[in-house]
């Protein structure tokens, strides 16, 4: 076991558990590890690579920024409250990532469950297209919302303020919300789907994928278009704007 206090540069470490405890914003450098479980406190900036993780990854950072790369964990746990998350390459099962006042930008795969949720801040993940989570739920209060290459059984994605765009994405089912900004979406959705906009337009490409059962596109205040839209049910409405299909 290790317990890390101050600025440190580990490489080429194996161990059953390490702890690292910080509050005055060092930097604590990690590569090519090994570790049971991984657990930080504080205020450090991180900065870990080419480690795997082979129980639990828990980071919890009050003012540091935390960056990641070619790291993996059956599960992990990232939350910072002011500083950013970019994770590069990462492979999990399982992620909860929180963030209050920081942007927040992954690229890799998730197995299993992702949870992302910000305050105030931009959420950006780009995951591998041929492997399908089994939720994907995404929130965040006060930013945009850019998700790429995102396979799901079931995603909820959701932004009070800020515009949704996703790209290249697969679910069974969608569920998307906005109550203030654009939603973007273009890939597949094979059973159902809700995208709803209270005050912003709606554009949706489904690349001539069938969506098995319903799908229901609503907007308060802005237009809907939308192309190669094959569905048993369809509900599209806007209040106030025009329908494009």
Request: proline share 1%; aromatic share 4%; glycine share 6%.
């Amino acid at each position: 076991q290790f317990d890390i206090q101050g600025s440190v540069q580990a490489d080429n470490i194996e161990a059953d558990s390490v702890q690292i405890n910080d509050i005055n914003g060092n930097t604590c450098r990690m590569r090519q590890c090994r570790f049971g479980t991984l657990y930080s406190s504080g205020s450090s900036n991180l900065h870990i690579s080419d480690t795997a993780i082979q129980q639990q990854l828990s980071l919890h950072s009050i003012n540091g920024n935390i960056k990641l790369k070619n790291l993996s964990a059956p599960s992990a746990e990232i939350i910072s409250e002011n500083g950013s998350l970019y994770a590069e390459r990462i492979a999990f099962d399982e992620l909860l990532c929180e963030t209050e006042s920081a942007s927040c930008k992954i690229t890799g795969s998730i197995s299993k469950t992702a949870v992302i949720t910000t305050e105030y801040g931009n959420v950006a993940l780009e995951l591998d297209e041929t492997a399908a989570a089994e939720k994907i739920a995404v929130h965040s209060n006060n930013g945009n919302v850019m998700l790429k290459g995102l396979a799901a059984q079931t995603a909820d994605i959701q932004s009070d303020y800020g515009n949704i765009r996703l790209n290249n994405a697969r679910f069974n089912t969608l569920h998307c919300r906005t109550d203030s900004g654009a939603i973007h979406l273009n890939g597949s959705v094979t059973e159902a789907a809700e995208v709803i906009s209270s005050n912003g337009s709606i554009s949706i490409d489904l690349n001539s994928e069938p969506v098995a059962g319903h799908i229901k596109l609503y907007t308060q205040y802005g237009n809907i278009t939308a192309k190669n839209l094959l569905a048993t049910a369809a509900d599209i409405q806007t209040d106030n704007s025009n329908v494009d299909c």
